[in-house]
């Protein structure tokens, strides 16, 4: 298990702090987190887009964060 805020960190240090501010650039709405949930993940939900298909999948696996590529 792992407390939301690292791993938000981690993922943010990962991806690095250049790539970060010229996706924000190009695209200020759907990058970044969007939603904060639990605060403490096990289970992880990684996927293409952001859609009730995907959320219902998540929500099916008990996923406490989700990463995808596309936003909103």
Do not use: P, Y
């Not at 790539?19 to 190009?26: P, T």
């Not at 939603?35 to 996927?47: I, R």
């Not at 887009?49 to 929500?59: C, D, H, I, P």
């Amino acid at each position: 298990m792992i407390k939301r805020d690292e791993l938000i960190k981690f993922i943010e240090k990962t991806i690095g702090r250049d790539l970060i501010q010229k996706a924000l650039i190009k695209d200020e709405i759907a990058n970044g987190v969007q939603f904060l949930g639990q605060e403490n993940v096990s289970k992880v939900a990684l996927g293409t887009s952001l859609n009730e298909e995907f959320l219902l999948g998540a929500v099916k696996a008990k996923a406490q964060f989700c990463i995808f590529h596309h936003g909103f």
